[in-house]
């Protein structure tokens, strides 16, 4: 007779029983109400977890939907989703300037992004950049730029190694909850002049 091996508080799971989510990146032109809710809940516990592109505390889920309902209508913002396992748990949105600023017609601006603490940790922040990159690119952009606060360090650490390079620092570039917070400004070419 065999007797259970129990096990041990701490052991990492067989194989078969790790989840990988299946992950993917599109750009939202419309909402339904179950993908607003999903997201509004992912931008909830991203800005709970220190990571919500400008918030520091949940603005309330009627602001948030009225948010990112107004991002769909702004003729220069791209709003993209992550999914895992089909479910919204991040957004990321590609800025281009506006008609009138033509000596930056050639570049464009990676913001608003973020990815749920529980979706973490299985590539989707890498992919969205891919995709808004993809897409900068074919709408002819030579340079994506973006900012970060000096806090989010596994955002910084996916930027740097995606060949971002920082250009500058901003000393008093956010306030969280009474400190002032150092921002990096990063840039990327994305196409060399006269080549694609």
């Known amino acids: 007779m065999s007797e259970a091996i129990p096990e ?19 750009r939202a032109t419309e909402l339904g109400d179950e993908d607003l809710q999903a997201l509004c809940e992912a931008t909830n516990a991203a800005i709970l977890d220190g990571g919500g592109f400008g918030w520091v505390n949940p603005p309330g889920q009627q602001a948030l ?27 990321a949105q590609l800025v281009r300037p506006p008609r009138n600023n033509e000596a930056q ?7 608003h992004a973020f990815v ?4 973490r940790g299985h590539g989707l922040a890498r992919l969205m950049m891919l995709k808004v990159e993809e897409r900068a690119r ?5 340079v994506l730029n973006l900012d970060v606060r000096e806090t989010q360090t596994a955002a910084i650490a ?35 002049d006269g080549k694609d």
């Open 65 to 91: 939907e009225r948010y990112f309902r107004g991002v769909l209508l702004v003729p220069e913002r791209e709003l993209f989703i992550g999914r895992a396992d089909g479910v919204v748990t991040a957004s």
């Open 8 to 26: 041990a508080v701490g052991a990492v799971p067989p194989l078969a029983a790790i989840h990988v989510p299946r992950l993917s990146v599109e």
């Open 138 to 142: 074919a709408q002819g952009y030579r």
């Open 105 to 111: 017609s050639h570049s464009a601006q990676f913001m």
């Open 158 to 192: 996916l930027y740097e190694a995606l060949g971002y390079q920082r250009w500058g620092e901003h000393p008093a570039y956010a306030r969280v909850r009474g400190k002032l917070v150092r921002g990096f400004f990063y840039t990327k070419v994305l196409k060399r």
């Open 116 to 119: 749920a603490p529980y979706a």
